[in-house]
């Protein structure tokens, strides 16, 4: 029997917004949500709405993507300016940090919404965006969860070295204080997340030594502080040659790639070594490698890029521009030999997750 629907028989809106939305497929709902009415269709598009649907939503291997800069993206970026340049710097909950150096501004993308928002000027730095391959500025991209902000780390590496803070929420700059000695750095790898931190592996050259050194700079979001962390170790030989060290996550700890050739009795051969780091920035080693390099066995460096979760990673194949889920064990097997990728690589394609995250506070 039919009996007429009353006030008392609707779900109250507060309940279908705390409650019902954010539980929603973002894929294959969300679309057809927004059509039922304008109060849902409004609702889902505020940034609230994406916040609150990344907590409910724990993310999988389905939900990653590989984002390629090409031309028709740009054009939707930038229709006033299709063929201008554009790199990606880093990407954090969806949303991707690009660079564009013509107008010399940032960017904050969601390449699964399609929406985008320009970031407010820095008035703190005295040069603008740059993204010289030799001394190209440096993002790292994380969340505040005192303030539940996203921010960057943004280090300015061209002529003059500072470091600001990015507030999302704000669209604000701040610059902070730098106590090391950055102005030797020559080059700085991607930021790479664990925890708390933001780390980088750093290189310069010391002239005095005529040597290549490594370290890493390790930059705690809550203190907004900056430490210099020793690498580990190298074997007391002079002959080591093609030193590089390579950040990574490895079921959710920090891991240093460091690999290098050495000449032992005009025997080349080249060594890598895993390393996993302790507390009090110390190390211990995971895995080592050693294998002869000859004309019949020659090991390539491997560039790559890898996004980590859990106990997995998603690599990127630079061939067909897809990427392969790998979990740790295997990873370490098979690539033996690699480096992180170098900025021309990396800053137009990335792996990235889909989420519903706003660019807009």
Not at 11 to 21: A, D, N, R, W
Not at 300 to 323: P, Y
């Amino acid at each position: 029997m039919w009996t007429k629907k009353t006030k008392g028989d609707e779900v109250p809106f507060s309940l279908i917004e705390s409650e019902i939305l954010p539980r929603v497929a973002a894929k294959s709902d969300i679309g057809r949500c927004r059509c039922v009415c304008k109060q849902w269709k409004s609702f889902l598009s505020t940034p609230t709405f994406g916040k609150m649907h990344l907590r409910l939503h724990g993310t999988t291997i389905d939900d990653y993507k590989v984002v390629i800069l090409d031309g028709p993206t740009l054009c939707t970026l930038c229709p006033s300016k299709p063929n201008q340049q554009a790199y990606i710097l880093s990407s954090l909950d969806g949303l991707v940090c690009l660079g564009l150096p013509e107008s010399s501004q940032l960017v904050f993308w969601n390449p699964f919404t399609g929406v985008s928002r320009k970031l407010a000027s820095n008035p703190h730095s005295p040069f603008d965006y740059s993204a010289s391959c030799h001394d190209a500025d440096v993002v790292g991209f994380y969340k505040d969860s005192s303030s539940n902000d996203y921010k960057l780390l943004y280090l300015s590496c061209g002529g003059y070295f500072g470091a600001y803070i990015y507030s999302h929420t704000s669209d604000t700059w701040r610059e902070i204080k730098i106590d090391f000695d950055a102005d030797i750095c020559d080059a700085w790898s991607p930021a790479t997340l664990c925890g708390q931190c933001l780390y980088f592996a750093v290189s310069a050259y010391i002239h005095a030594q005529r040597q290549m050194h490594w370290w890493i700079i390790c930059f705690d979001v809550e203190t907004e502080t900056f430490r210099k962390i020793c690498c580990p170790p190298l074997p007391d030989d002079d002959d080591i040659r093609s030193y590089c060290a390579t950040l990574v996550l490895l079921n959710g700890f920090l891991h240093l790639y460091v690999s290098y050739t050495i000449f032992i009795n005009d025997i080349c051969s080249k060594q890598c070594n895993l390393w996993r780091m302790m507390d009090a920035d110390g190390w211990v080693k995971v895995v080592a490698f050693c294998d002869p390099l000859d004309e019949d066995n020659f090991t390539m460096q491997q560039r790559i890029c890898t996004a980590s979760t859990g106990s997995w990673l998603a690599v990127l194949d630079e061939d067909n521009n897809s990427f392969t889920k790998i979990n740790s064990e295997d990873f370490i097997t098979h690539y033996r030999h690699f480096s992180s990728p170098s900025f021309e690589y990396t800053s137009r394609r990335a792996i990235y997750v889909e989420t519903l995250v706003s660019p807009y506070p």
